[in-house]
């Protein structure tokens, strides 16, 4: 890939500007105008210029500029692996690029001293496991499989999995700190075992291998139910309530668990041509199990979407934001599926309606584009308020054509009505203009003259002999029907099959119109049938929940832009990167600054990342879906907020090195961490610029064109004009929306239409289902409300 910096990469303007050296006529101007827009722009940014740069977008920022030390990694074709299992696949520099960038935003450098707890707590577990003779390890024969082997690379498959069914028995313990550490164990086999690796790619590829193997042991269900014990912990809750300064020390437990699902998630979710069948198997396993609800229990994703709820009521301080927005993001796309999955969709959902297929994918479409360079407007209007007065411009056309950019696209290219009679052009309209400038000047002159009136009778006399007929009916016409075509030419027939062979049908208005047939006939068409697929599960989980989930989201995001100012009342989202002892030197101070510009970058990224997903996704699954969630966001000042976002150097913003590469994981498990100093912090950061910050403001924009889409009066409510178009817009989108929940997912004894039994025979004879409980505690349910409560006949009979 070329260097983003270097002279001539591909998406340089630098010579697109048109003068290519030949002198030619009109474009002598034009680049000490762009010379000196630039100049103004480098002056009031502080001498900052837009380099040019190479970005892939696509649904995670995957980037190897943003990667430390990405260039001293080298594939290797073999692996040191003792038993089966070896050679199984081959990790590229492109595989590795595309998970290392993951796996280092999940931890704060707060939490590098951790990296060794980790090891520590399973190699003492390790070797307390294999000097172990009781019963229970010669049941799983543990101990005969790694008489020989010191290290976890050394063990046979089947003695690893053993091994791990000892650490799930251990997690059961009743003591807490027991239960942390054998967590702890689990957690450095998903971190790659660093310490018996040499490499970074060592790393990585032993934390994808323990991962599926992790998963296939069941360890991901075991560490569910541990999160849901820890989400229920009121003692928690409570003592980080009473402190006034919650850190990283209180959430300890909660971010082992996350940090080994998180892991799990993502490992198992990247694909690689070379994955085994088992590997494969175990990833559609895994995404139904995410996907559906098991056991009657909800879908991952909703149990990630409490815990933001219940950390944004102020209920949960010390739950780690951070590490529960990139797990929730990374479960959305896993379950339902990143951009390229989503175009699949929609081209297998286009074709089971009967739509034409798409000719091209927008993304892939924007990807093939050159950078757009600023509009240089500013510089012609600069120039235009120093013109002279327009009654001084007859002999200047050049500053006359700069005057005449905001007219109307009609008066430019001097369309006339085709209905009007042609007057014969005069000889000052029939001499050739050069390069337009004598259209523009009539069109100036115009502007120019007095209201125009109408022309005196003409002083030739008509023609006696000659008849006038009429122009048109002598009655207005009164037109019903407009779609057929019959009586007009056939140039009519043929234009109107032109523009229906090339007009666009959205799945969205396929889907409108289906709503309005079914809100009229809902007797005759019968009931819809909606397929469980995973978004609608999702979206049915979601629904009665879903204004709190996007007003939480909203405040994290508030919280967390570098634009906002620290508020008394604002949340706390800096709970899992603050230590327990602030620093005390300033190499301290600076590495915790970096650290905190960094949390909230990372939190920004994962925000707008999944409300993007997810607005696609609903609007894919069904249009009314997609404006529910957008009219809460719009509701709960969303694009205030992303308004809010942009009000600031975007250009620093992007270029920010809010990072330090010596303490990036894998990096920082393989070497040994410098001396804190100020070279330290800056050492390896060669990247241009903040390919996360860049991948942020590019969701951000989308964001705010997916609520604003056809959408005139969102935009124009935000420079507050015209309220009440906003409101009856809105009044009516919602009426449309809360008939078509209320149709598909309220219960059917609510509905008018749904039978009533008016016989008591009948209604007594009917079996109800009970709870369990009832049966339990029907006698003293009987004692207390029949037998203990007196009656009165009188009132009874009254009243009936």
Same mark, same amino acid.
């Given at each position: 890939?070329?260097?983003?910096?270097?002279?001539?990469?591909?998406?340089?303007?630098?010579?697109?500007?048109?003068?290519?050296?030949?002198?030619?006529?009109?474009?002598?101007?034009?680049?000490?105008?762009?010379?000196?827009?630039?100049?103004?722009?480098?002056?009031?940014?502080?001498?900052?210029?837009?380099?040019?740069?190479?970005?892939?977008?696509?649904?995670?920022?995957?980037?190897?500029?943003?990667?430390?030390?990405?260039?001293?990694?080298?594939?290797?074709?073999?692996?040191?692996?003792?038993?089966?299992?070896?050679?199984?696949?081959?990790?590229?520099?492109?595989?590795?690029?595309?998970?290392?960038?993951?796996?280092?935003?999940?931890?704060?450098?707060?939490?590098?001293?951790?990296?060794?707890?980790?090891?520590?707590?399973?190699?003492?577990?390790?070797?307390?496991?294999?000097?172990?003779?009781?019963?229970?390890?010669?049941?799983?024969?543990?101990?005969?499989?790694?008489?020989?082997?010191?290290?976890?690379?050394?063990?046979?498959?089947?003695?690893?999995?053993?091994?791990?069914?000892?650490?799930?028995?251990?997690?059961?313990?009743?003591?807490?700190?027991?239960?942390?550490?054998?967590?702890?164990?689990?957690?450095?086999?998903?971190?790659?075992?660093?310490?018996?690796?040499?490499?970074?790619?060592?790393?990585?590829?032993?934390?994808?291998?323990?991962?599926?193997?992790?998963?296939?042991?069941?360890?991901?269900?075991?560490?569910?139910?541990?999160?849901?014990?820890?989400?229920?912990?009121?003692?928690?809750?409570?003592?980080?309530?009473?402190?006034?300064?919650?850190?990283?020390?209180?959430?300890?437990?909660?971010?082992?668990?996350?940090?080994?699902?998180?892991?799990?998630?993502?490992?198992?979710?990247?694909?690689?041509?070379? +994955?085994?069948?088992?590997?494969?198997?175990? #990833?559609?396993? &895994?995404? %139904? !199990?995410?996907?559906?609800?098991?056991?009657? =229990? *909800?879908?991952?994703?909703?149990?990630?979407?409490?815990?933001?709820?219940?950390?944004?009521?102020g209920m949960a301080p010390h739950f780690p934001i951070k590490k529960v927005l990139l797990l929730l993001w990374k479960v959305v796309m896993f379950t339902l599926g990143g951009f390229e999955h989503l175009q699949a969709l929609k081209i297998q959902k286009r074709a089971e309606l009967g739509l034409p297929p798409l000719a091209e994918d927008s993304i892939q479409v924007v990807k093939s584009m050159r950078a757009a360079s600023p509009p240089s407007y500013t510089l012609d209007l600069g120039e235009s308020q120093l013109?002279?007065?327009?009654?001084?411009?007859?002999?200047?056309?050049?500053?006359?054509?700069?005057?005449?950019?905001?007219? +109307?696209?009609?008066?430019?290219?001097?369309? #006339?009505?085709? &209905?009007? %009679? !042609?007057?014969?052009?005069?000889?000052?309209? =029939? *001499?050739?203009?050069?390069?337009?400038?004598?259209?523009?000047?009539?069109?100036?002159?115009?502007?120019?003259?007095?209201?125009?009136?109408?022309?005196?009778?003409?002083?030739?006399?008509?023609?006696?002999?000659?008849?006038?007929?009429?122009?048109?009916?002598?009655?207005?016409?009164?037109?019903?029907?407009?779609?057929?075509?019959?009586?007009?030419?056939?140039?009519?027939?043929?234009?109107?099959?032109?523009?229906?062979?090339?007009?666009?049908?959205?799945?969205?208005?396929?889907?409108?119109?289906?709503?309005?047939?079914?809100?009229?006939?809902?007797?005759?068409?019968?009931?819809?049938?909606?397929?469980?697929?995973?978004?609608?599960?999702?979206?049915?989980?979601?629904?009665?929940?879903?204004?709190?989930?996007?007003?939480?989201?909203?405040?994290?995001?508030?919280?967390?832009?570098?634009?906002?100012?620290?508020?008394?009342?604002?949340?706390?989202?800096?709970?899992d990167v603050l230590p327990e002892e602030m620093p005390i030197t300033v190499l301290q101070s600076m590495k915790l600054g970096i650290d905190v510009n960094r949390h909230k970058e990372i939190i920004v990224k994962s925000i707008s990342a999944l409300l993007l997903l997810l607005l696609k996704h609903f609007k894919l699954n069904h249009i009314y879906q997609f404006e529910y969630v957008s009219q809460h966001l719009v509701f709960a000042n969303c694009i205030p907020l992303i308004l809010k976002f942009f009000n600031q150097?975007?250009?620093?913003?992007?270029?920010?090195?809010?990072?330090?590469?010596?303490?990036?994981?894998?990096?920082?498990?393989?070497?040994?961490?410098?001396?804190?100093?100020?070279?330290?912090?800056?050492?390896?950061?060669?990247?241009?610029?903040?390919?996360?910050?860049?991948?942020?403001?590019?969701?951000?924009?989308?964001?705010?064109?997916?609520?604003?889409?056809?959408?005139?009066?969102?935009?124009?409510?935000?420079?507050?004009?015209?309220?009440?178009?906003?409101?009856?817009?809105?009044?009516?989108?919602?009426?449309?929306?809360?008939?078509?929940?209320?149709?598909?997912?309220?219960?059917?004894?609510?509905?008018?239409?749904?039978?009533?039994?008016?016989?008591?025979?009948?209604?007594?004879?009917?079996?109800?289902?009970?709870?369990?409980?009832?049966?339990?505690?029907?006698?003293?349910?009987?004692?207390?409300?029949?037998?203990?409560?007196?009656?009165?006949?009188?009132?009874?009979?009254?009243?009936?």
């Open positions: 890939m070329d260097d983003p910096a270097a002279p001539g990469a591909a998406g340089s303007p630098a010579n697109d500007n048109g003068n290519n050296g030949n002198g030619g006529k009109g474009k002598l101007g034009a680049p000490k105008g762009r010379e000196a827009f630039r100049s103004q722009r480098r002056e009031s940014e502080g001498s900052v210029d837009c380099p040019t740069l190479e970005f892939e977008y696509g649904d995670a920022d995957g980037h190897a500029a943003e990667l430390s030390g990405m260039n001293r990694l080298r594939v290797r074709g073999e692996w040191k692996r003792g038993g089966e299992g070896s050679g199984l696949f081959f990790v590229g520099f492109l595989n590795v690029t595309l998970f290392c960038l993951p796996a280092t935003e999940l931890y704060s450098y707060t939490e590098n001293l951790e990296f060794t707890t980790n090891r520590r707590c399973f190699e003492e577990d390790f070797r307390a496991q294999g000097r172990s003779g009781s019963n229970q390890h010669r049941l799983y024969g543990f101990l005969s499989l790694v008489q020989d082997a010191k290290e976890w690379l050394e063990l046979e498959e089947d003695a690893q999995k053993t091994y791990v069914m000892g650490l799930l028995d251990r997690l059961e313990v009743v003591s807490r700190q027991q239960r942390l550490k054998v967590a702890r164990a689990v957690l450095y086999l998903a971190q790659g075992t660093f310490g018996e690796c040499d490499s970074e790619v060592d790393v990585l590829h032993w934390s994808r291998y323990n991962c599926f193997l992790l998963y296939q042991m069941g360890t991901f269900s075991a560490f569910l139910e541990l999160l849901h014990m820890e989400i229920d912990n009121s003692q928690a809750s409570s003592s980080a309530l009473r402190k006034p300064a919650v850190s990283i020390a209180d959430s300890t437990e909660l971010r082992v668990l996350l940090s080994v699902m998180y892991l799990m998630v993502e490992n198992i979710r990247l694909e690689r041509e070379i +994955d085994p069948r088992g590997w494969r198997t175990a #990833r559609e396993t &895994f995404r %139904t !199990e995410l996907s559906f609800s098991t056991h009657n =229990e *909800e879908p991952f994703a909703l149990l990630l979407f409490s815990m933001v709820t219940k950390f944004c009521s013109a002279p007065p327009p009654s001084k411009l007859r002999g200047r056309r050049g500053s006359r054509r700069q005057l005449l950019t905001k007219q +109307d696209s009609l008066d430019i290219y001097n369309e #006339r009505d085709l &209905f009007k %009679t !042609e007057e014969p052009a005069t000889e000052e309209e =029939e *001499e050739p203009a050069g390069d337009g400038e004598r259209a523009l000047d009539g069109e100036l002159d115009l502007l120019e003259q007095d209201p125009l009136v109408p022309p005196p009778p003409s002083q030739t006399p008509l023609s006696t002999d000659r008849v006038a007929f009429p122009k048109g009916l002598p009655w207005a016409p009164k037109v019903r029907d407009t779609d057929t075509l019959v009586g007009l030419p056939r140039p009519i027939h043929e234009s109107v099959k032109t523009l229906k062979q090339h007009k666009y049908i959205s799945i969205a208005d396929i889907q409108i119109k289906n709503e309005e047939e079914l809100e009229k006939c809902p007797m005759s068409l019968g009931e819809e049938v909606v397929p469980e697929t995973p978004c609608e599960i999702l979206y049915q989980g979601m629904l009665y929940s879903l204004p709190q989930y996007m007003i939480a989201l909203l405040k994290i995001l508030l919280a967390a832009a570098p634009t906002s100012k620290a508020k008394t009342d604002s949340i706390n989202i800096l709970a150097n975007i250009l620093s913003y992007i270029t920010a090195k809010n990072s330090i590469s010596v303490l990036d994981y894998p990096c920082c498990t393989i070497q040994d961490l410098p001396e804190l100093t100020t070279e330290s912090l800056e050492a390896g950061d060669n990247s241009q610029f903040c390919w996360r910050n860049l991948f942020s403001c590019i969701n951000l924009l989308r964001l705010l064109n997916k609520l604003t889409k056809w959408k005139h009066s969102r935009t124009m409510v935000n420079i507050d004009a015209r309220p009440w178009d906003f409101q009856a817009e809105e009044c009516t989108l919602r009426a449309n929306i809360e008939a078509f929940n209320s149709r598909r997912y309220d219960k059917p004894q609510d509905s008018e239409f749904s039978p009533v039994d008016n016989c008591l025979q009948s209604v007594l004879g009917q079996r109800l289902d009970l709870p369990e409980d009832f049966h339990y505690s029907y006698e003293l349910w009987l004692e207390r409300e029949v037998f203990s409560q007196p009656i009165c006949w009188e009132e009874l009979l009254q009243n009936h």
